[in-house]
């Protein structure tokens, strides 16, 4: 555990955390740029539930959102930014540390 910050627990970082925010980070982070409705199918939740969770990944800049046309159907295009990405790897090494015991 490292003293300057205490448990492990107070390195998870709070916006991410949530399930489905977790998610679309994950998925993210393996792609460069996913289709809205790709992202949407994959996690299993409606276009409603997706939108409400971009929008704080969006604010902490985490993500990035396109919008334009695939021919000629406007289409909603997410990709992660450099800091999402590091804020994805921290978390998940914590979580990994904390399941390991090592909080």
């Known amino acids: 555990m490292d003293k300057s910050t205490g448990h492990l627990h107070k390195q998870l970082n709070t916006v991410i955390h949530p399930p489905i925010r977790l998610s679309i980070i994950a998925m993210l982070s393996r792609q460069k740029k996913v289709e809205f409705g ?38 909603t295009w997410l990709s992660i930014t450099d800091q999402g990405s590091a804020v994805f790897q ?14």
């Not at 902490?60 to 396109?66: F, K, N, R």
């Open 90 to 103: 921290r978390h998940t090494a914590a979580l990994l540390a904390i399941s390991r015991g090592l909080a």
């Open 38 to 75: 790709k992202i949407r199918d994959a996690v299993g939740i409606s276009a409603a539930a997706l939108s409400k969770n971009m929008t704080p990944l969006e604010a902490a800049g985490y993500i990035e959102i396109q919008k334009g046309y695939a021919g000629k159907r406007p289409r």
